[in-house]
C-alpha cells in the first residue's frame, strides 16, 4: 500500500525562536485492530526542517486497513558536518502543526 503523508512545521513564537532543526521524521499507521505498519522514515536521510514549511511525501507501507492512528518520532544525528550540532546543550525539537496521513488505497485519513 501507499501513504500520503503531509506534515506542517509550526509557526508559534517557541518555534520561530527555537528555529529550524535537521532531523528525520519516521511514521508508524495504526489500522484497524491495532494492525500496525513497520516503522517508516519520511526522508532517506536528515532534511531541514523550517517553521512554517510543509513537506508532503507519499511512501509504500503495509496496508493496515482504515487508518486509526499515528505515532511519528523525531530522530535528531549528531555529526560534524550536521551545522546545528553546536545546539547540543539544548534538546532538539521539532514543534509540528499538523500532521495528515491518508491511504491511498482506501481514500481515508
Excluded: C
Amino acid at each position: 500500500g501507499h501513504y500520503k503523508v503531509s506534515i506542517n512545521i509550526s509557526m508559534t513564537d517557541e518555534s520561530v525562536d527555537h528555529g529550524g532543526e535537521v532531523g528525520m521524521f519516521a511514521i508508524r499507521v495504526i489500522g484497524t485492530g491495532g494492525k500496525m505498519t513497520e516503522r517508516i522514515t519520511l526522508s532517506e536521510s536528515s532534511k531541514y526542517y523550517e517553521p512554517g514549511s510543509s513537506h508532503t511525501v507519499v511512501l509504500p507501507g503495509e496496508v493496515v486497513g482504515k487508518p486509526e492512528a499515528v505515532e511519528i518520532t523525531w530522530e535528531y544525528q549528531t555529526s560534524v558536518f550536521n551545522p546545528l550540532t553546536w545546539r547540543l546543550l539544548e534538546t532538539p525539537k521539532a514543534f509540528i502543526d499538523s500532521l495528515r496521513v491518508e491511504s491511498l488505497e482506501f481514500g481515508t485519513g
